[in-house]
C-alpha cells in the first residue's frame, strides 16, 4: 500500500477525478444535445451554473483525501488535498 503514497499520485488523482466527474456530469445533462463548445460558452456565461459544476466535480476529491488519509497514504492525501485547494479558488470566484 505504501508504493501508493507518493505525492504526485495524490497530485494525479487530485486533477483526473475532478475532470472525469466534470465530464460525466456534462454528458447527462441537458447540455448534451449541444455541441462541446456552444455549451461550455453555455457555461461559461451562466457562473451560477459553473460553480456548482465544479463544486460537483470536486466532493469526490474530498472523499478520496478522507480514504488515503485513513489508509495513512500522507504524500497522497497531501496531494488531493493541496489540488483541491488550488481548484476551490475559481469555483469561490464564480460564487462572488
Do not use: C, E, H
Amino acid at each position: 500500500m505504501q508504493k501508493l503514497n507518493k505525492l504526485w499520485i495524490g497530485i494525479a488523482i487530485g486533477l483526473l477525478l475532478p475532470l472525469v466527474i466534470a465530464g460525466f456530469y456534462y454528458s447527462s445533462t441537458y447540455l448534451v444535445y449541444l455541441p462541446l463548445k456552444d455549451g461550455l460558452k453555455l457555461l461559461s456565461g451562466n457562473t451560477i451554473l459553473m460553480s456548482r459544476m465544479a463544486m460537483l466535480a470536486l466532493l469526490p476529491n474530498a472523499v478520496t483525501a478522507f480514504i488515503s488519509y485513513k489508509l495513512w497514504l500522507w504524500d497522497t492525501f497531501k496531494g488531493i488535498i493541496g489540488i483541491t485547494l488550488f481548484l476551490l479558488a475559481p469555483v469561490m470566484f464564480f460564487l462572488v
